[in-house]
């Protein structure tokens, strides 16, 4: 090797390079400018090294080429790679971070296309791709990956990273500025430049680590080859990602997405273009919008946001949800979980949880409990239906409840859709009996509200009039007491009224069913309660003005049948709308065992967000095996109204879940039930040493319990911190009783970085912000350019306080400290901000601050050393911490890692 050949391949190839980088922004800039409008398209799949003669000019392109265009003028390009095919015939092509335009005189292709995965390997690596007349084994020579910006008008790459085979590693500072140091020296000045590095400071032996300069989600336009196969894993798998902070688990998950969404790059795996297909059709959403991921913050929702943005993939708030409003959401509006001003579930969500016992903590074992009991109870019931029916004098129900008792007996093992379907054969004869009833039932009324308006004519008004006061009560009491019929009977419609008056037909609904609830009463020597709505309106109706006993009599005996037939007549409604009923049932019984409740809740309506989450994953699980049955029956229509009509327009083509280790296995199996079941593509990632919450998943092992078929790939290659503090990583997740996690750091000339700093006795804010501020100011001296900092408190109340002390002597050195609130993002990335540390996961930093350490470990006393792994893994390089007091025993093991300051 000469110093003359390594000098002509970073010339040609830099030449090469910003070649084709100004060639696909010319193109692009003009494609935009001649076709303003939508249409068809001009872009063309480059799986093979598709030339510019197969692809038409047309007249118009779509408002998603046109993005697609935008992105390819800001960032031209992502990589060369050099390669030799297994002919030893050299190549060279150039790789976009999204779908490319074909230009002339240079072969192109998109990162999502399998050919980009030649951008992930590695000088020396070989692999096989298909591509043209076959399949041809590639063999990478070098690499040069590029962040093209425009300067000047003119196209250049700033740091760009050179590898290869013979020439190693090499850093560029710029290839424009290369390439007129080429013209301006002769080849003996040059040949001097390469030897003495001092004289040509452009070129750097080895590659450098970027400052972080912008707050937020590192871009990685170039996953590493790891990360790459499994961004290119099918869609339709289940995956948790795991890894260190800084390997760029987020980051894989949100490239994974843009290669999923991207129908050019799908029509390479005909697969999965067929289950893509057939999941729009049901969905009838289009497949690049038909995808929700989880994040855990607000905050890092934002961020995720703008990553998104980068991949130039369209992601709203609607796209992007945190798991709190989600749960709220479909809890209301889709289960008929909680109440709503219509009507809607039986239960409110309440923020005390002093009625739960710890143990519930153990969430998948309390599922298992309930849905145990749920099983047991609606197949109890429904047993119970077909012996009341078995011992009726009437033949005919006689004989329907020997069919329903054969068809009850398989539910035993579990509920499940083809056993239910099954009740259709019989549902013919029992809509038969039901019918009949229901005549009987609506004669005994008729009769019964004729005698009323006959004696009264102002009676229906003033019936109206009662059951409006009566809901005014009821609402100044917020009563909690149940109707006697909707106790027993979960097949009953709640229903308030629309506003302050009450319609005629709602108050005719409601009297009906006062009387119906007191001649079941009757029928069960039993009584309505007199608080409950039913019990109010009977007593200003009195005797005088309720059907004959005989009438009454005859009604508590059809509407009783009538009831045990409608079970079976729609027994998937009723197994969906048991859950509520059952869960209230399951909580009385348990509490009164002492498990899983320290007591029961003030009101029977009350549920803690936990209990809504258990519901939410019953309803979804149940409904879902509802719904399997229909597809395994030919001929049925799947159903597009009710309960399961619901269900199955939560469903989405891919769910994702970012910080997977900070949602509880019931949430996260709620999140499985959301993807599409013909499809189930399931992404996740997290790191379990970063849990901060004491429900969170502490395995990755636990998952098996939502589905053993989720596989578990780690990736161990962390790209954020520096060598000393990853072994302070590890040395604190030591500390948690983790294991060894094998953590690889990449090749970079300044990997080494600089101990943390640690400092006690600071008990007030002066004295913080005085050793924060020295300890900014050596940052600012030997970093020297614009970066990000920040500084982690125990609690909201804190941050604007210490914000607002480190301000005043920032100003001195022309910084300033902003508070974020909430973990709102403010300010600029040059500022220090402050934090609750509760809202930074996910983000990183070039220098963290963990201010009050020891006060962390005595409020949290369980999850401290998480809370200090995640604050301590936010930081790049430069990493502090600080203690009122002294450094507690339970971290004074770390000393070795920390020094006094940076200068």
């Given at each position: 090797?000469?110093?003359?050949?390594?000098?002509?391949?970073?010339?040609?190839?830099?030449?090469?390079?910003?070649?084709?980088?100004?060639?696909?922004?010319?193109?692009?800039?003009r494609?935009?400018?001649?076709?303003?409008?939508?249409?068809?398209?001009?872009?063309?799949?480059?799986?093979?090294?598709?030339?510019?003669?197969?692809?038409?000019?047309?007249?118009a392109?779509?408002?998603?080429?046109?993005?697609?265009?935008y992105?390819?003028?800001?960032?031209?390009?992502?990589?060369?790679?050099?390669?030799?095919?297994?002919?030893?015939?050299?190549?060279?092509?150039?790789?976009?971070?999204?779908?490319?335009?074909?230009?002339?005189?240079?072969?192109?292709?998109?990162?999502?296309?399998?050919?980009?995965?030649?951008a992930?390997?590695?000088?020396?690596?070989?692999?096989?791709?298909?591509?043209?007349?076959?399949?041809?084994?590639?063999?990478?020579?070098?690499?040069?990956?590029?962040?093209?910006?425009?300067?000047?008008?003119?196209?250049?790459?700033?740091?760009?990273?050179?590898?290869?085979?013979?020439?190693?590693?090499?850093?560029?500072?710029?290839?424009?500025?290369?390439?007129?140091?080429?013209?301006?020296?002769?080849?003996?000045?040059?040949?001097?430049?390469?030897?003495?590095?001092?004289?040509?400071?452009?070129?750097?032996?080895?590659?450098?680590?970027?400052?972080?300069?912008?707050?937020?989600?590192?871009?990685?336009?170039i996953?590493?080859?790891?990360q790459?196969?499994?961004?290119?894993?099918?869609?339709?798998?289940?995956?948790?990602?795991?890894?260190?902070?800084?390997?760029?688990?987020?980051?894989?998950?949100?490239?994974?997405?843009?290669?999923?969404?991207?129908?050019a790059?799908?029509?390479?795996?005909?697969?999965?273009?067929?289950?893509?297909?057939?999941?729009?059709?049901?969905?009838?959403?289009?497949?690049?919008?038909?995808?929700?991921?989880?994040?855990?913050?607000?905050?890092?929702?934002?961020?995720?946001?703008?990553?998104?943005?980068?991949?130039?993939?369209?992601?709203?708030?609607?796209?992007?949800?945190?798991?709190?409003?989600?749960?709220?959401?479909?809890?209301?509006?889709?289960?008929?979980?909680?109440?709503?001003?219509?009507?809607?579930?039986?239960?409110?969500?309440?923020?005390?949880?002093?009625?739960?016992?710890?143990?519930?903590?153990?969430?998948?074992?309390?599922?298992?409990?309930?849905?145990?009991?749920?099983?047991?109870?609606?197949?109890?019931?429904?047993?119970?239906?077909?012996?009341?029916?078995?011992?009726?004098?009437?033949?005919?129900?006689?004989?329907i409840?020997?069919?329903?008792?054969?068809?009850?007996?398989?539910?035993h093992?579990?509920?499940?859709?083809?056993?239910?379907?099954?009740?259709?054969?019989?549902?013919?004869?029992?809509?038969?009996?039901?019918?009949a009833?229901?005549?009987?039932?609506?004669?005994?009324?008729?009769?019964?509200?004729?005698?009323?308006?006959?004696?009264?004519?102002?009676?229906?008004?003033?019936?109206?009039?009662?059951?409006?006061?009566?809901?005014?009560?009821?609402?100044?009491?917020?009563?909690?007491?149940?109707?006697?019929?909707?106790?027993?009977?979960?097949?009953?419609?709640?229903?308030?009224?629309?506003?302050?008056?009450?319609?005629?037909?709602?108050?005719?609904?409601?009297?009906?069913?006062?009387?119906?609830?007191?001649?079941?009463a009757?029928?069960?020597k039993?009584?309505?309660?007199?608080?409950?709505?039913?019990?109010?309106?009977?007593?200003?109706?009195?005797?005088?003005?309720?059907?004959?006993?005989?009438?009454?009599?005859?009604?508590?005996?059809?509407?009783?049948?009538?009831?045990?037939?409608?079970?079976?007549?729609?027994?998937?409604?009723?197994?969906?709308?048991?859950?509520?009923?059952?869960?209230?049932?399951?909580?009385?019984a348990?509490?009164?065992?002492?498990?899983?409740?320290?007591?029961?809740?003030?009101?029977?309506?009350?549920?803690?967000?936990?209990?809504?989450?258990?519901?939410?994953?019953?309803?979804?699980?149940?409904?879902?095996?509802?719904?399997?049955?229909?597809?395994?029956a030919?001929?049925?229509?799947?159903?597009?109204?009710?309960?399961?009509?619901?269900?199955?327009?939560?469903y989405?083509?891919?769910?994702?879940?970012d910080?997977?280790?900070?949602?509880?296995?019931?949430?996260?199996?709620?999140?499985?039930?959301?993807?599409h079941?013909?499809?189930?593509?399931?992404?996740?990632?997290?790191?379990?040493?970063?849990?901060?919450?004491?429900?969170?998943?502490?395995?990755?092992?636990?998952?098996?319990?939502?589905?053993?078929?989720?596989?578990?790939?780690?990736?161990?290659?962390?790209?954020?911190?520096?060598?000393?503090?990853?072994?302070?990583?590890?040395?604190?997740a030591?500390?948690?009783?983790?294991?060894?996690?094998?953590?690889?750091?990449?090749?970079?000339?300044?990997?080494?970085?600089?101990?943390?700093?640690?400092?006690?006795?600071?008990d007030?804010?002066?004295?913080?912000?005085?050793?924060?501020?020295?300890?900014?100011?050596?940052?600012?001296?030997?970093?020297?350019?614009?970066?990000?900092?920040?500084?982690?408190?125990?609690?909201?109340?804190?941050?604007?306080?210490?914000?607002?002390?480190l301000?005043?002597?920032?100003?001195?050195?022309?910084?300033?400290?902003?508070?974020?609130?909430?973990?709102?993002?403010?300010?600029?990335?040059?500022?220090?901000?402050?934090?609750?540390?509760?809202?930074?996961?996910?983000?990183?930093?070039?220098?963290?601050?963990?201010v009050?350490?020891?006060?962390?470990?005595?409020?949290?006393?369980?999850?401290?050393?998480?809370?200090?792994?995640?604050?301590?893994?936010?930081?790049?390089?430069?990493?502090g911490?600080?203690?009122?007091?002294?450094?507690p025993?339970?971290?004074?093991?770390?000393?070795?890692?920390?020094?006094?300051?940076?200068?």
């Amino acid at each position: 090797m000469t110093e003359q050949n390594r000098k002509s391949f970073l010339q040609n190839t830099s030449k090469d390079t910003l070649d084709c980088i100004e060639t696909v922004a010319t193109d692009a800039a003009r494609e935009l400018k001649t076709h303003p409008r939508s249409g068809p398209s001009v872009f063309a799949s480059v799986n093979t090294f598709t030339s510019t003669q197969q692809v038409s000019n047309l007249s118009a392109i779509s408002a998603g080429e046109r993005q697609a265009l935008y992105a390819l003028l800001e960032q031209p390009i992502i990589a060369q790679v050099q390669y030799q095919d297994e002919n030893d015939q050299p190549g060279v092509i150039y790789i976009t971070r999204g779908q490319p335009r074909p230009v002339p005189g240079f072969k192109i292709t998109s990162s999502r296309t399998p050919l980009g995965r030649l951008a992930s390997l590695e000088p020396g690596d070989e692999e096989t791709f298909s591509f043209g007349d076959g399949t041809h084994d590639l063999l990478v020579d070098a690499t040069v990956r590029v962040n093209p910006k425009q300067v000047d008008g003119e196209w250049d790459a700033k740091d760009a990273e050179f590898a290869s085979q013979e020439f190693g590693n090499i850093t560029v500072l710029s290839l424009r500025d290369l390439l007129g140091d080429a013209i301006d020296f002769d080849d003996t000045d040059l040949d001097a430049a390469w030897l003495d590095g001092e004289e040509d400071e452009n070129i750097v032996e080895g590659l450098r680590r970027a400052i972080i300069s912008h707050m937020g989600l590192r871009d990685q336009p170039i996953l590493d080859k790891h990360q790459d196969e499994i961004f290119r894993l099918p869609i339709n798998s289940q995956c948790f990602l795991s890894g260190p902070p800084g390997t760029g688990k987020t980051t894989t998950l949100i490239r994974r997405l843009g290669q999923k969404t991207d129908f050019a790059a799908l029509e390479e795996s005909p697969d999965e273009r067929v289950l893509v297909d057939r999941v729009d059709e049901e969905t009838a959403r289009p497949h690049a919008s038909n995808w929700i991921m989880f994040s855990p913050t607000e905050l890092l929702r934002q961020y995720v946001k703008e990553a998104f943005a980068r991949e130039g993939q369209a992601a709203s708030d609607d796209h992007i949800r945190t798991w709190d409003e989600f749960r709220r959401e479909i809890a209301r509006d889709h289960l008929n979980l909680l109440k709503t001003s219509a009507g809607g579930g039986p239960f409110i969500e309440r923020p005390h949880s002093d009625h739960l016992l710890g143990e519930t903590i153990n969430c998948a074992n309390w599922y298992d409990d309930f849905e145990q009991y749920f099983t047991n109870a609606v197949v109890a019931d429904l047993t119970d239906s077909v012996g009341d029916l078995r011992g009726s004098e009437d033949p005919d129900l006689v004989e329907i409840a020997q069919d329903l008792e054969a068809l009850v007996e398989p539910l035993h093992k579990s509920i499940n859709g083809s056993a239910v379907l099954k009740f259709r054969g019989a549902q013919e004869m029992v809509g038969e009996l039901v019918a009949a009833r229901r005549d009987g039932v609506n004669r005994i009324f008729t009769r019964t509200q004729n005698k009323l308006v006959h004696e009264d004519r102002t009676f229906p008004a003033r019936l109206q009039e009662e059951i409006a006061r009566i809901e005014r009560e009821l609402a100044q009491q917020d009563s909690d007491e149940e109707d006697f019929d909707l106790a027993l009977e979960e097949e009953e419609e709640t229903e308030a009224p629309s506003g302050p008056t009450v319609s005629r037909a709602l108050a005719v609904r409601r009297y009906r069913a006062a009387i119906q609830a007191h001649a079941l009463a009757k029928a069960r020597k039993r009584s309505v309660p007199k608080s409950s709505r039913n019990g109010m309106l009977l007593a200003w109706l009195g005797t005088e003005r309720l059907p004959t006993d005989e009438d009454l009599a005859n009604l508590g005996t059809l509407v009783l049948e009538q009831r045990t037939l409608q079970r079976f007549a729609s027994i998937e409604r009723l197994i969906l709308r048991a859950i509520p009923r059952q869960y209230r049932a399951f909580r009385r019984a348990r509490c009164d065992e002492g498990k899983w409740y320290a007591k029961l809740p003030n009101k029977t309506s009350d549920l803690h967000w936990q209990e809504i989450d258990l519901l939410t994953l019953a309803s979804l699980r149940l409904a879902g095996r509802l719904l399997d049955g229909y597809r395994r029956a030919p001929g049925l229509d799947l159903p597009d109204t009710g309960l399961l009509g619901a269900v199955r327009d939560l469903y989405r083509a891919q769910i994702l879940v970012d910080e997977a280790t900070d949602f509880s296995p019931v949430q996260l199996a709620s999140m499985y039930e959301l993807s599409h079941p013909s499809m189930r593509s399931f992404f996740l990632c997290g790191d379990v040493n970063q849990r901060l919450t004491t429900w969170g998943l502490k395995s990755a092992e636990a998952l098996s319990w939502i589905d053993p078929g989720i596989e578990t790939r780690q990736i161990t290659v962390s790209y954020r911190q520096s060598e000393k503090l990853v072994e302070l990583a590890k040395s604190i997740a030591h500390l948690d009783g983790a294991s060894d996690v094998d953590t690889i750091l990449p090749d970079r000339l300044d990997i080494a970085g600089v101990a943390p700093v640690w400092e006690t006795g600071l008990d007030d804010i002066n004295r913080i912000a005085d050793w924060l501020f020295e300890r900014i100011s050596e940052i600012d001296t030997m970093v020297r350019e614009a970066t990000t900092i920040a500084v982690l408190v125990n609690t909201e109340d804190h941050v604007q306080p210490i914000a607002e002390a480190l301000n005043s002597r920032l100003e001195e050195i022309s910084l300033a400290a902003v508070a974020c609130r909430e973990g709102r993002d403010v300010g600029n990335d040059r500022d220090v901000r402050v934090f609750d540390i509760q809202h930074i996961k996910g983000l990183e930093f070039e220098g963290v601050f963990f201010v009050g350490l020891d006060e962390t470990i005595e409020m949290l006393p369980e999850l401290h050393k998480k809370y200090l792994y995640v604050g301590a893994t936010r930081a790049a390089t430069y990493l502090g911490v600080t203690f009122a007091g002294e450094v507690p025993d339970e971290v004074n093991s770390l000393e070795d890692h920390f020094g006094k300051t940076w200068s």
